[in-house]
Nanobody
Framework: QVQVVESGGGLVQPGGSLRLSCAAS????????MSWHRQAPGKERELVAR????????TYADSVKGRFVISRENAKNTVYLQMNSLKPEDTAVYYC????????WGQGTQVTVSS
């Protein structure tokens, strides 16, 4: 059974940092690109960052370039998103996803950036 579980969200002040984690199971993790997406209230879900398999090419949305870093640890079936210099507009539910794996959307983790 495919499962992804996001964690690490919370409330942070503007300029602060958070590190999100996503633990995956039920598929051969190292073979798939992994991505982080986010959805803010009233907006469509958008791609934030993607990392190739087994850990090569990374891409970022223009809005997070230079502030967010995606990484993966294949031995732990885990992908991370280090978020620095957070802004109020980063507030959203963050989801991880295994590209091409059916059922690999988790429940998400809420990130709120507010003073």
């Amino acid at each position: 059974q495919v499962q992804v579980v996001e964690s690490g969200g919370g409330l942070v002040q503007p300029g602060g940092s958070l590190r999100l984690s996503c633990a995956a199971s039920g598929f051969t993790f190292r073979l798939y690109a992994m991505s982080w997406h986010r959805q803010a209230p009233g907006k469509e879900r958008e791609l934030v960052a993607r990392i190739g398999s087994p850990g090569g090419l990374v891409t970022y949305a223009d809005s997070v370039k230079g502030r967010f870093v995606i990484s993966r640890e294949n031995a732990k079936n885990t992908v991370y998103l280090q978020m620095n210099s957070l802004k109020p507009e980063d507030t959203a539910v963050y989801y991880c996803h295994a590209d091409g794996v059916v059922g690999s959307w988790g429940q998400g983790t809420q990130v709120t950036v507010s003073s």
